[in-house]
């Protein structure tokens, strides 16, 4: 299962300091799939922010 699915976390987001409460919904669905999060293993971020003052954010998440 892959998607952007505009939910940034602590869980994937190190940078984030917040857990909300729509990844609860997301890791319900996720675990009736029995599904796991795919991490990069180069810990880069997959999207980039034009403004400078905005963090970098990692949006797009795999579930294997």
């Known amino acids: 299962m892959t998607g952007d699915f505009n939910i940034r976390n602590s869980n ?3 940078s984030y300091p ?3 409460v729509h990844i609860d919904m997301l890791q319900e669905v ?3 799939f029995d599904l796991e999060i795919s991490t990069s293993i180069n810990l880069v971020p997959t ?3 034009d403004n400078s003052q ?3 954010s ?3 998440l795999i579930f294997l």
């Open 12 to 14: 994937w987001d190190l």
């Open 18 to 20: 917040y857990h909300l």
């Open 30 to 32: 996720v675990n009736s």
């Open 47 to 49: 999207r980039y922010m």
């Open 54 to 56: 905005d963090l970098n």
């Open 58 to 60: 990692v949006l797009d």
